[in-house]
Each structure stands twice: as C-alpha cells, then as structure tokens.
C-alpha cells in the first residue's frame, strides 16, 4: 500500500504542524491564568491594587488631584505637626496596568521655612525609594487579599 501526498492533504498537513508548533509555545508562562489577571486589574484605568496603595499610602496629606484615568495622584503641601518648618508636596504616577515596580514613579518636593517664606530644599532619593517600596509592599498585599477571598 503506497501513500500518496495530494495538495489537499500536505496543506492540512502543514496548517495542523504550524497550530501545533505555536500551541506549544503558548504553554510555557510561569504564572497561572488567574494570577496573571489578578495583576492586571484595570476597572479604573490603571492597575487598581496599585491606584489603591498609593491613596493609601499619602492619605497623610491632602489631595489636590486624583485621576483614576491618567494614574496620576498629587497632593497638596503638607506640614508634620511635629515639624512645621518643613513641609512636602508629593506626585504619585502609575505608568502601566500591570503590578510591577516599574509601573510607579514618585517625585517629592521638600520645602522649608525660612526668613518668612518656603525655600526650597533638597529631597533624600531614599525618600522617594520607600515610599514607592511602602506602595509596591501594600499593592502586593492588596492583591494576596483578593486572591484568597
């Protein structure tokens, strides 16, 4: 018995290696379905475990703008009690809909007081490193929590 190739039969042949072949690169991620998508959640635009953190986190000061949209909370100047004669601004930016550290970027300002005014003054890089690390830190337990509930 002798197998003849006809055209009709390479063609689906080949159609049913190539589905094959990129079925098979599909297999290889590392995180389940669900874990993917609890990172991603975006019903404000941005990823909101991220949208939540940051709110949380510079809940000290008040806000001036907070767009859901843009990913973008910035607060009013805010002066510690404790500390009058320094007072901080911050901008918390959310770039991406995923939960990932390079999805955030927080600027502060710092002023002091001086001859009866504010100056300007500088900002510690650590300072902005932990409030990003405190943001990342709850984004993550905010998302923990979803995914055991």
């Known amino acids: ?23 098979a690169g599909c297999g290889g991620s590392d995180r389940p379905t669900s874990d993917l998508a609890a990172a991603q959640v975006t019903t404000i635009g941005v990823n909101s475990y991220l949208w939540r953190a940051s709110l949380d986190t510079v809940s000290f000061a008040p806000l001036l703008q907070a767009d859901s949209a843009g990913g973008v909370i910035v607060t009013a100047w805010y002066a510690n009690p404790t ?44 300072t902005v490193q932990k ?6 830190t709850k984004a993550r337990e905010l998302r923990r929590q979803s995914l055991s509930s």
Do not use: F
């Open 1 to 23: 018995m002798t197998l003849r190739a006809t055209p009709n039969s390479l063609s689906r042949l080949l159609i049913g290696t190539a589905a094959v072949s990129m079925l």
């Open 131 to 136: 409030l990003e690390g405190i943001i990342l």
């Open 83 to 126: 500390n009058p004669g320094e007072r901080v601004k911050m901008t918390v930016t959310i770039l991406d809909q995923d939960l990932r550290a390079d999805a955030l970027r927080v600027a502060a300002s710092r002023q002091v007081a001086q001859g009866g005014g504010w100056v300007d003054a500088p900002v510690q890089a650590a």
